[in-house]
C-alpha cells in the first residue's frame, strides 16, 4: 500500500505493479473514509501531503 502526493503517484503505481503483480486500485483522499486506518500525513516518496492512496 502507498499513499502518494501528485508528484509520486506514477511512481507509486509502477512499484504496486512490480511488487504485487496486479494492477492497484486508485483511491483520492478525502473522497473516502477511513475508519479504522488514519492516513499518514506525508507522501511515502517526499515530506508533501498525500492525495491519492493506492492500495
Ligand atoms: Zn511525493
Redesign the pocket.
Known sequence: MYV?????LEEALEEFVQVYEQPPDLYELGHVTFTEWMAPKT????D?I?KYLVV
Open positions: 502518494v502526493c501528485n508528484q509520486h507522501c511515502d516518496f517526499c508533501h498525500p
